[in-house]
């Protein structure tokens, strides 16, 4: 007998949560903000809509469904299953932390605050939720298939993301390794940088599109569904020893960026989630492309 679905509903503390964490008590969190010219009414308001909207989309989930929910900290150690139906409660940015845990499953986004969020990722209003979570499990139900990165390092590590992965040194030092293609020959140009970013289409509307822009926009940018990435070299610097020819590019279908590290470390991390990055030591090497995997969000 087949299970019945799973709705996880996937949320982060509020901002005021953090302030209460910190802080102790509301008074004492309304204090500090206050000495600081700020008031705490609009925090609380921001909180009240994202308990709001939890408590609703757990209420449209179908009595015969199991559910469950999880934190954003606690992405990293939640096990996933197949028949899992995922609702990320919040910001365009949550889909994104989710998406990397996820082999497959439908993604519903609910906007926990209309208006302050972009709306690219968490498209839908919470009163919707029951209509979504059955076009999830409906054969041929509306999703997009939105392409995402992966890097897989020569110990089979292997790390997921949705909008861009990041190479490079933990803190403000400069990155050294190797830079080349698949198939290319010889080892690849030695550079040293400030890391290298690989992108997607849905990342084209953050941190990529910076770089793309700095760079003057010549290769038009992917579109979420798109099979392709471009990837840019963060500040490569010209040396005796290290060049600068190679500093941007697009990957398409069956494509790698191959980068040997020549640093005593480097971190490789998605979408933002630096706490839970591949760490990779002098002589290792990672290869960058375009993930067999996809996020179905429902539409």
Request: negative net charge; contains cysteine; charged residues 25%.
């Amino acid at each position: 007998m087949s299970l019945a679905p799973r709705a996880v509903l996937v949320h982060r503390r509020t901002e005021y949560e953090e302030l209460l964490a910190r802080h102790g008590t509301h008074g004492q969190a309304a204090f500090f903000l206050s000495s600081r010219g700020r008031s705490i009414d609009e925090v609380v308001r921001r909180h009240d809509s994202t308990r709001q909207a939890l408590r609703e989309v757990a209420a449209a989930v179908p009595l015969t469904w199991r559910n469950s929910r999880v934190e954003r900290g606690d992405l990293d150690r939640f096990l996933f299953a197949p028949e899992d139906v995922v609702v990320v409660v919040g910001q365009d940015g949550l889909v994104a932390n989710t998406a990397k845990y996820l082999r497959g499953q439908p993604v519903v986004g609910i906007d926990s605050d209309p208006g302050r969020n972009p709306g690219v990722l968490v498209r839908h209003r919470w009163a919707d939720t029951g209509a979504l979570l059955r076009a999830a499990i409906a054969a041929g139900g509306p999703a997009e298939e939105l392409t995402m990165v992966e890097a897989v390092a020569d110990d089979t590590q292997r790390l997921l993301a949705l909008n861009e992965i990041y190479l490079g040194s933990s803190g403000h030092q400069t990155a050294r390794y190797r830079l080349g293609s698949d198939g290319e020959e010889g080892p690849g140009e030695a550079q040293a940088s400030s890391g290298v970013l690989v992108g997607t289409g849905t990342g084209a509307t953050g941190w990529l599109r910076s770089l793309w822009l700095e760079r003057g926009g010549h290769a038009g940018l992917p579109a979420p569904c798109d099979r392709r990435l471009l990837w840019f070299v963060r500040e490569a610097w010209p040396s005796p020893t290290t060049g600068t020819t190679k500093v941007a590019g697009e990957l398409g279908r069956g494509q790698g960026l191959q980068l040997t590290v020549e640093s005593d470390r480097i971190v490789v991390f998605g979408d933002g989630m630096e706490s839970d990055a591949l760490q990779l030591t002098w002589g290792q090497s990672v290869r960058l492309g375009i993930a067999d995997t996809s996020l179905r969000l429902v539409t």
